[in-house]
């Protein structure tokens, strides 16, 4: 497995994983092709990359990706998403250590937002050393639920 950053040709693939993680963030193709424009906000999308080849398919396959905003000092992680076969063997933590060596280049702290209920993610982001800072009720719709928000900041 490798972190790469991703191209606009991984789009697709990015949108295929999103789309079989109900607890994901789901955004347009369109809201992905920003992500590549130059005049946009500066965003880092990684993907990470299978090494193994399967016979018949065009390239490697995508287990996970990440995407995260940055308006410095802060940087938004907006998504966070590995495949489902490929969750437990520290791909989610490989990716979010990617975005953590990025914000402790630019003197940043991370925030984000996850469903209350979202107990993977909210380990994982325990673990990664993220601390609770507030609670907003009802703040998701589709089912209704609250957002827990976290922070991490250069030790
Ligand atoms: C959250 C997610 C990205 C975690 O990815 P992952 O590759 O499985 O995570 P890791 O293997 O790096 O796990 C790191 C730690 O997180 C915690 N964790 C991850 N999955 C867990 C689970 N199902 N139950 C409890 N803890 C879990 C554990 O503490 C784990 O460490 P351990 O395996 O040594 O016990 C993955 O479950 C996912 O894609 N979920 C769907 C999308 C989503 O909800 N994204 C978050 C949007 S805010």
């Given amino acids: 497995m490798h972190i790469r950053p991703a191209t606009p040709a991984d789009i697709p693939r990015i949108m295929s994983l999103e789309r079989q993680s109900p607890t994901a963030g789901h955004w347009t193709e369109g809201l992905y092709r920003q992500v590549f424009r130059p ?11 299978s090494r193994d080849l399967k016979p018949g398919a065009e390239g490697p396959s995508i287990l996970g990706f990440l995407i995260a905003h940055h308006l410095a000092p802060e940087w938004e992680l907006e998504n966070l998403v590995v495949a489902p076969g490929a969750r437990r063997k520290g791909l989610g933590t490989c990716l979010l250590e990617a975005l953590l060596h990025a914000a402790r280049e630019t003197n940043g702290s991370v925030f984000l937002e996850v469903r209350e209920s979202n107990a993977p993610a909210r380990a994982l982001y325990e673990n990664a050393g993220f601390k609770q800072t507030g609670r907003r009720h009802s703040y998701y719709k589709s089912p209704s639920e609250a957002a827990i928000l976290y922070r991490w900041t250069v030790a």
């Fill in 39 to 49: 005049e946009g906000p500066v965003r880092l999308l990684l993907v990470a990359e």
